[in-house]
């Protein structure tokens, strides 16, 4: 499960979340996590101060609506990546993580056990892929 996508369009996620963040250009001080599909299109952004909660915000709204499981959608977040950010994503059935930092070693040990393609440091054109890249066609 979890969306397969091109390396062309998974570069550009984390600018297309970018312009989405209605409030990061007041403030300049904001997390974002946002959902994506296979074509690259974002479907959910929210902010918050911290990546964690933009994350539970994320998760959370897609609860309400009635749209879990989101085994369909990827998961970017604009900060680190952590094991605990890899556990909420595995709640909602979440199969791609991207991040525009690192992961933490625990993060990448889980993300492999459990099948998540895992990609950090996703910025200025470049990325890691940690794990399970055949979600991404190159």
């Known amino acids: ?13 984390a ?6 963040q209605p ?5 300049g001080g904001l997390h974002a996590a946002a959902l994506f599909d296979s074509t690259g299109t974002i479907s959910m952004v929210r902010e918050d101060i911290g990546r964690h909660n933009a994350v539970d915000k994320v998760i ?11 085994t369909q959608y990827g998961l970017f ?10 556990q909420k994503a595995v709640m909602a059935r979440i199969a791609f993580i991207a991040a525009v930092g690192a992961p933490s070693s625990l993060a990448v040990e889980t993300a492999d056990v459990l099948g998540i393609t895992l ?10 892929v940690y ?4 979600r991404i066609e190159m």
Do not use: Y
Not at 15 to 20: E, G, L, Q, T
Not at 119 to 128: C, P, Q, S
């Open 60 to 70: 959370g709204a897609s609860v309400m609506a009635k749209s879990v499981p989101l």
């Open 15 to 20: 600018d297309a979340v970018r312009k989405s």
């Open 119 to 128: 990609v950090g440091f996703l910025r200025d054109g470049k990325a890691n």
């Open 77 to 86: 977040c604009s900060g680190r990546l952590s094991f605990e950010i890899i």
């Open 1 to 13: 499960s979890g969306p397969v996508i091109t390396s062309e369009t998974l570069m550009k996620i």
């Open 23 to 27: 409030t990061i250009d007041r403030t």
């Open 131 to 134: 794990t399970h890249a055949h």
